[in-house]
Structures are given as structure tokens and as C-alpha cells.
């Protein structure tokens, strides 16, 4: 079957790295994405991996192995305006003509 | 601000009535989607439109229908729902649907079914 599976709930604090991980078995595979979700807000973008390897973006960075389907996004840093949901999605070609596959999201709890 | 615009933000419904969910888009994207968002569930994409042209999806009820009357502007049309289909309703835009497209999403509708 199709999964894409991600922790449910991780608690980090504040100042410290936390690794948000992902694993998916799809039909086909064009690339991953992270979106961050705050409560009550739309999804945005944070990164996208199609080759493997790791992509840094400031505080976040996105890991991907293709081989293994496996993807972590790394937060490092963490600030308290990071507890959000992050989500996993995974373009696959033969889902509804390489449209997106989610993740459930993990949801991130940043203390002090 | 993602560029991606829905209406009303919530909105509490009979199980006989008939509402319209609105999303608007102008960042000129080709392709527009609407998603369910329920608690604990993956995002569960419920129609695409690519072009103005449906990509068909039938695990989604006769209930929702939707409509694309330019490539600005996307509605969901609810009739009869269940308690069931209470939920966030997203909606998303993106240039294509090629590889490295990301989707730019709306706020949401808050849903709830009485």
C-alpha cells in the first residue's frame, strides 16, 4: 500500500536540534516536500528534496536517502515560534498524475 | 499571506443545507486543489483542477462538488453532509504539477456539521 509516516508528537527545548523523520512507500517518487503548520493557519513551505543528500536552509535543513525512503527535517536552534506541525509529502507519479502524498504530521511542542 | 484566499474561515451547517466553500488565487498558478484536513489524518487531497480542467477523483462523495469557473477561483459545493465530514477544508494553488511545484495553501474553512 501507499504510507507516508511521520511521529506523531516530539518534544524538543528551546535553543536545542531536534530531527523530525519520514518514511514512505510509494508507487513512484518525484520528490519530497516539508510544509510547517501553525494552529489554526495554512501549511507553508519549508524545503524540497529530490536527489539524495542534505539541503540547509538557515536554521532548517532536509535530508533525503531514496534508497531507503527516508527523509528527516532538522530544526536547529529551536525557538518557541517552531511548535507547529510539520508535514511530510511525497510527489507520486502515480497518484492522480504525480499529484501530492501527506503525512500525517508531526506536531512540535518547543519549551522553554 | 500565501496569496491563496478562502471563505468564510468557519462555518456550522445542518445536515439539509446547502453551502458554497470559496478560494481565490491570484498569483496566476495553473493548477488548484482542494484538501480535507481532518485531526490525526494525513491530508486527504479531495479534487485538482489543472487548467480549469477536473482531474477526476472518485473516492470523494456526491456530496461535495466542485467548480472552477476560471483559473482564479475554485468552490466547493456541500449538500447534505454528515457529521462525519466536519473537518478543515483546504485549499492549495501551485504554478504546475510538476516535480519541484510547491503548493501555496489558504487558511482553511473550519467545517462543523450539526
Known amino acids: 500500500g501507499q504510507n507516508i509516516d511521520q511521529p506523531t508528537e516530539m518534544t524538543a527545548t528551546e535553543g536545542a536540534i531536534v530531527q523530525i523523520n519520514c518514511t514512505y512507500q510509494?508507487?513512484?517518487?518525484?520528490?519530497l516536500f516539508w510544509y510547517q503548520q501553525h494552529a489554526g493557519e495554512a501549511p507553508t513551505f519549508l524545503s524540497y528534496n529530490v536527489l539524495d543528500g542534505l539541503e540547509e536552509k538557515g536554521r532548517f535543513s532536509s535530508f533525503l536517502s531514496r534508497s531507503k525512503g527516508y527523509s528527516y527535517l532538522l530544526l536547529k536552534e529551536l525557538q518557541m515560534k517552531d511548535s507547529a506541525s510539520y508535514l511530510c509529502a511525497v510527489r507520486d507519479p502515480p497518484y492522480n498524475n504525480n499529484d501530492m502524498r501527506f503525512g500525517a504530521g508531526t506536531r512540535l511542542t518547543v519549551k522553554p | 499571506e500565501t496569496g491563496v484566499t478562502q471563505t468564510p474561515r468557519h462555518l456550522v451547517m445542518g445536515m439539509t443545507n446547502k453551502k458554497s466553500l470559496k478560494c481565490e488565487q491570484h498569483?496566476?498558478?495553473?493548477?488548484m486543489y482542494w484538501y480535507k484536513q481532518s485531526a490525526k489524518k494525513p491530508l486527504e487531497l479531495m479534487f485538482v483542477?489543472?487548467?480549469?480542467?477536473?482531474?477526476e477523483n472518485n473516492s470523494v462523495p456526491s456530496r461535495f462538488s466542485p467548480e472552477c469557473p476560471n483559473s482564479s477561483h475554485l468552490f466547493l459545493h456541500l449538500h447534505t453532509l454528515q457529521p462525519e465530514d466536519s473537518a478543515l477544508y483546504l485549499c492549495a494553488s501551485s504554478q504546475d504539477r510538476v516535480g519541484n511545484t510547491e503548493a501555496f495553501f489558504g487558511q482553511g474553512t473550519r467545517l462543523t456539521v450539526v
Open positions: 483542477y489543472s487548467l480549469e480542467e477536473r482531474v
Open positions: 510509494t508507487s513512484g517518487f518525484n520528490g
Open positions: 498569483l496566476g498558478h495553473n493548477a
